[in-house]
């Protein structure tokens, strides 16, 4: 099992950035996959970004492309989640996941919650206006 958590999430101004951080207790994230997904109050859960350590493949929302910067630590047992010129709309708990299998991502399924094994508990970010 790969326990994730997730820290990092505070209470920002439109504007200002955040990093989130998702880390893995052994073994590390080596040729898997790491999403980070949010859920904002009465929405359903939304793919955000991930990055695979076994290409280095990224995906982005559309939402957050060229605001928010996914990546790896070198030891590959903690991703962060770079979150710049944040607005109210990205106010939601934000989740990491992790495939289970070593494996890329392909871009019609990233966002898909089954092809994640592992999940945090969840780091709230709330940006005000």
């Known amino acids: 099992q790969v326990p994730l958590v997730e820290t990092g999430g505070g209470v920002v101004q439109a504007g200002e950035s955040l990093r989130l951080s998702c880390t893995a207790s052994t073994p590390a994230f080596r040729n898997l996959a790491v999403g980070w997904f949010r859920q904002a109050p009465g929405k359903e859960r939304e793919g955000v970004a991930v990055i695979s350590d076994f290409d280095g493949t990224t995906y982005y929302a559309d939402s957050v492309k060229g605001r928010f910067t996914i990546s790896f630590d070198n030891a590959k047992t903690t991703v962060y989640l770079q979150m710049n010129s944040l607005k109210p709309e990205d106010t939601a708990v934000y989740y990491c996941?992790?495939?289970?299998?070593?494996?890329?991502?392909?871009?019609?399924?990233?966002?898909?919650?089954?092809?994640?094994?592992?999940w945090g508990q969840g780091t709230q970010v709330t940006v005000s206006s």
């Open positions: 996941a992790s495939t289970g299998v070593a494996g890329t991502v392909v871009e019609d399924t990233w966002t898909d919650d089954y092809e994640y094994e592992y």
